[in-house]
C-alpha cells in the first residue's frame, strides 16, 4: 500500500487582490419633452425637424428595453392637454 500524499495550506499568505471595476463614466440624464400634438398637427418642416428624433428614441426605448418606469399622477394629464 502506498502513503496517503498530505496537503499543506499556507494560511499566513494574503488572500490574492480583488481585481477592482472601473465604471464608465455616466451621462447626465435629461428630461426631454415631445409635442405629440404639435408634430401630429404641423406640416412645418422644422416642428418634424425638432420632435421626430425625440419620437424614434422614445419608441426605440420601449421596443428594446425590458424594464420601463411610468411616472403618472395629477397634473399628468393636464400637461399632456388632456381634459
Given at each position: 500500500m502506498?502513503?496517503?500524499?498530505?496537503?499543506?495550506?499556507d494560511h499566513d499568505g494574503a488572500p490574492p487582490a480583488k481585481r477592482q471595476r472601473i465604471a464608465k463614466?455616466?451621462?447626465?440624464?435629461?428630461?426631454?419633452?415631445?409635442?405629440?400634438n404639435a408634430l401630429n398637427e404641423s406640416d412645418n418642416?422644422?416642428?418634424?425637424?425638432?420632435?421626430?428624433?425625440k419620437l424614434r428614441k422614445l419608441v426605440d426605448a420601449l421596443r428594446?428595453?425590458?424594464?420601463?418606469?411610468?411616472i403618472a399622477g395629477a397634473g399628468i394629464s393636464t400637461t399632456?392637454?388632456?381634459?
Open positions: 502506498s502513503p496517503t500524499p498530505t496537503i499543506t495550506i463614466p455616466k451621462e447626465p440624464k435629461k428630461t426631454e419633452y415631445l409635442d405629440l418642416k422644422m416642428t418634424h425637424e425638432k420632435e421626430d428624433p428594446n428595453k425590458s424594464k420601463i418606469v411610468v399632456a392637454g388632456s381634459k
